[in-house]
């Protein structure tokens, strides 16, 4: 049995949402099953790591597959001719692109819809015309959908039409803790990155999707109000930085008190977590939300949003607002921010929560998918 793997988003120093979901469960899956033969497709020169096992053969595909005209290119055309050069038995791609070769087994991974709901959360109108285009024919050509979250099935089944029992929740994790959080000495942490100060954090990509014009607002509002020394730390790239996120945060009275680290490693981001008052999450949409299951374990409180996936992800362990409400944000950051009790009540409820998720879990999930269809 030979299975092709879509790996264009193992990219090292660049595993975000999906790549690292990818890392983590294809790394799992190929050790594991050794009597399994593994052709990793990238799109780029790999990094070794990303070659889990002696089961496992990278090939590389000399096309880059980041623009819709691209992508078009690579899965219609290159990889359908790879599968067939490699004589691939089944294909599984962790994210919703996939070959155009129907007479390969395929199974795909869709996180979320949110470009249905928004097109304002994806980039150009291309994007938008290829993911309307191609997302329906994926999840009607894959023998099975893996996803997320419960919301994120509901979604699939509501908005391309696809038969219930043909999905299946593998739920997904946040990174793992690498230290033991209370070694960490999180004064030296705050000196780092927030000039000594205690401050709340926000990590993800700084877009629309995220709320940052929310965070922003709020913040600022919570700044009148408390008037303390208290700053924000943004870590992200400022991929989509230009238009209305740049003109809040320049018109903001206390933008002098935030902070952006641009993209940093996951240890460092555990560090900022476990030294902070608390995550400010309040996106708009999301398929699943690592960024809380990882501020869980990094024992720090969550505020985030009542919508989509968040709130079957978060369960009671953080404070819920909505997204649209930059009061409701505002008090929110108040109330961690003056009860001390509130935040270590969350911080456990925060611990004993992240117990449901593993990548272990996750992995074991979507191999119980892949094992259904190996002949």
């Known amino acids: 049995m030979r299975i092709g793997v879509n790996t264009r988003l193992l990219l090292s120093g660049k595993l975000e949402g999906i790549g690292y979901f990818a890392y983590q469960v294809l790394q799992r899956i190929t050790t594991r ?22 089961n496992v053969k990278p090939v590389v595909i000399p096309l880059q597959a980041r623009h819709p005209y691209l992508w ?5 055309y290159l990889l359908p001719l790879y599968c067939k050069m490699y004589k691939i038995d089944l294909f599984f791609s962790p994210e ?3 070959p155009k070769a129907k007479s390969l087994p395929m199974i ?3 996180h979320d819809l949110n ?15 290829y993911f309307m285009k191609y997302f329906p024919v994926n999840a009607k050509n894959a023998v099975h959908i893996a996803t997320v979250s419960s919301f994120s099935k509901e979604d699939i089944v509501s908005s391309l039409k696809i038969n219930p029992d043909k999905i299946t929740v593998v739920y997904a994790d946040g990174n793992a803790c690498d230290a033991d959080v209370s070694q960490y000495d999180l004064q030296t942490i705050r000196d780092t990155y927030a000039f000594g100060k205690e401050y709340f954090y926000f990590v993800g990509a700084i ?3 995220k709320n940052l014009v929310g965070i922003f607002k709020a913040f600022d509002l919570f700044k009148e109000k408390e008037n303390s020394e208290v700053k924000l730390v943004i870590v992200g790239n400022k991929k989509w930085w230009q238009g209305e996120i740049e003109d809040t945060y320049k018109a903001m009275k206390y933008k002098d008190d935030v902070i952006f680290t641009g993209r940093i490693s996951r240890t460092e981001i555990q560090k900022i977590s476990a ?6 999450f309040p996106s708009f949409f999301e398929g699943f ?3 809380v299951l990882e501020a869980f374990r990094s024992e720090t409180a969550v505020i985030t949003s009542d919508v989509t996936s968040l709130p079957e992800i978060a369960g009671d362990a953080a404070l819920m607002v909505k997204p649209q409400d930059t009061e409701a944000i505002a008090e929110a950051m108040q109330s961690l921010y003056k009860d001390r009790e509130l935040r270590k009540k969350l911080i456990e409820k925060g611990k004993q929560r992240a117990e449901f998720f593993s990548w272990d879990k996750t992995s074991e999930l979507t191999w119980n998918i892949i094992e259904k269809y190996i002949k």
Do not use: W
């Not at 497709?41 to 790999?46: Q, S």
């Not at 030294?275 to 400010?280: F, Y």
């Open 275 to 280: 030294a902070s008052l608390a995550l400010v």
């Open 207 to 209: 877009s629309k999707r």
């Open 108 to 110: 795909c991974t869709i």
């Open 289 to 291: 939300g690592m960024p």
């Open 33 to 54: 099953h050794k009597d399994i033969e593994f052709v990793f497709f990238f799109d780029r020169k790999y990094d070794k790591d990303f070659v889990f096992s002696d």
């Open 115 to 129: 470009f249905i709901h928004d097109n304002s959360f994806i980039g150009n109108g291309l994007h938008q015309k």
């Open 72 to 76: 078009k290119i690579y899965f219609d």
């Open 96 to 98: 919703n692109y996939l």
